[in-house]
């Protein structure tokens, strides 16, 4: 069965340092990937899908990256964070019947 | 282009109440519909989906919705409330893209209070 995977599940970050999010996925070849960004009263705002390795598009512009290296392995980037990235970020999978979440990462920045 | 729109951002209930989310859709060719429920600091739970087969749609948890085309709705309901049903609901929609994407657009979300 396919799984997904995402870490860490918390994270505090200094304004200003790097940030690195990783997700994998298990038991499904060339999926599509996603990070969503869940902010307090906002709903599931999606920040980047990929169809393939090396294949990003960015739905809104802002200060973070996404990077596929592999099939299975989607991560979320920034060389600087700020206070405004603080949020709960979702990496999920999806095929037309459906999407498929990670545990999401508590993200503050102070 | 495809969108959801759900009504009310918090919905009370009383346990053993009828539970009633509110779910409509936009969407440009037909749509696979999805409610998903997402607890405390986790990630979000499919609930059920519509993929154009049964209109009345049963999902987990006691839960079950009915797409509408005449509507462009696809309600959430649950006869009898549970405290444990207490989340935040999410209504979502997708369809088929160009090179295999499929871009799931989701709600605002809303929150279900369920008082003893």
């Known amino acids: 069965s396919q799984t997904i995977h995402q870490w860490p599940a918390t994270l505090v970050q200094p304004v200003g340092s790097p940030l690195s999010l990783e997700c994998t996925v298990e038991g499904t070849s060339n999926p599509n990937l996603y990070w969503y960004r869940q902010a307090a009263g906002r709903g599931l705002q999606l920040l980047f899908y990929?169809?393939?390795?090396?294949?990003i598009s960015s739905e809104v512009p802002q200060n973070l990256s996404a990077s596929r290296p592999q099939d299975r392995q989607f991560i979320l980037s920034s060389k600087k964070l700020l206070l405004s990235d603080s949020g709960f970020y979702l990496c999920a999978w999806s095929v037309l019947t459906g999407a498929f979440f990670g545990q999401g990462t508590r993200l503050t920045v102070v | 282009a495809q969108s959801v729109t759900q009504l009310g951002s918090h919905v009370s209930v009383s346990e053993g109440a009828l539970v009633l989310l509110r779910c409509n859709y936009s969407s440009s060719v037909p749509p696979y519909l999805f409610w998903y429920v997402q607890y405390p600091n986790q990630g979000l739970q499919l609930l059920l989906k519509?993929?154009?087969?049964?209109?009345l749609v049963k999902g987990i948890n006691g839960f079950e919705a009915e797409f509408k085309k005449s509507e462009t709705s696809f309600h959430l309901t649950k006869p009898s409330a549970h405290m444990s049903d207490a989340a935040e609901y999410f209504c979502a929609v997708t369809s088929g893209g160009s090179g295999g994407y499929q871009k799931v657009t989701f709600g605002t979300g809303t929150k279900l209070q369920v008082i003893p």
């Open positions: 990929s169809v393939g390795i090396g294949q």
């Open positions: 519509y993929t154009s087969a049964a209109t």
